[in-house]
Nanobody, 124 residues
Framework: QLQLAESGGGLVQPGGSLKVSCASS????????MAWFRQAPGKERECVAR????????VYSDSVKGRFVISRDNEKETVSLQMNSLDYEDTAVYYC?????????????????WGQGTQVTVSA
């Protein structure tokens, strides 16, 4: 059973940067596809980035492409999301998630393990 815990959220001004991280505890972290989702009030949960097991492949949603970077460190069992050029529309709770089925999906329903989420607020 994988346990995930996010950190690093907070308040940032428009145009600023923030990095959120997710620490994992449990077996075989390197076998999981990892993803970052976000959910704003009244909106559906959106997959903004996902990364394969060895970090050689990452994919982003159109809404964050070119601004966000996902990375993972399998030795430290962490996955991070560097967020740049933040805008008001990026305000949301950010979750990391893990899929042990290697389905390479943006559908939140296929991810078996979730962190508790961390709030990111973009405000002047």
């Amino acid at each position: 059973q994988l346990q995930l815990a996010e950190s690093g959220g907070g308040l940032v001004q428009p145009g600023g940067s923030l990095k959120v991280s997710c620490a994992s505890s449990g077996p075989a972290f390197s076998l999981y596809i990892m993803a970052w989702f976000r959910q704003a009030p009244g909106k559906e949960r959106e997959c903004v980035a996902r990364i394969n097991w060895d970090g050689s492949l990452s994919v982003y949603s159109d809404s964050v492409k070119g601004r966000f970077v996902i990375s993972r460190d399998n030795e430290k069992e962490t996955v991070s999301l560097q967020m740049n050029s933040l805008d008001y529309e990026d305000t949301a709770v950010y979750y990391c998630a893990a899929d042990d089925g290697r389905r390479w999906s943006t559908d939140w329903k296929v991810y078996e393990y979730w962190g508790q989420g961390t709030q990111v607020t973009v405000s002047a």
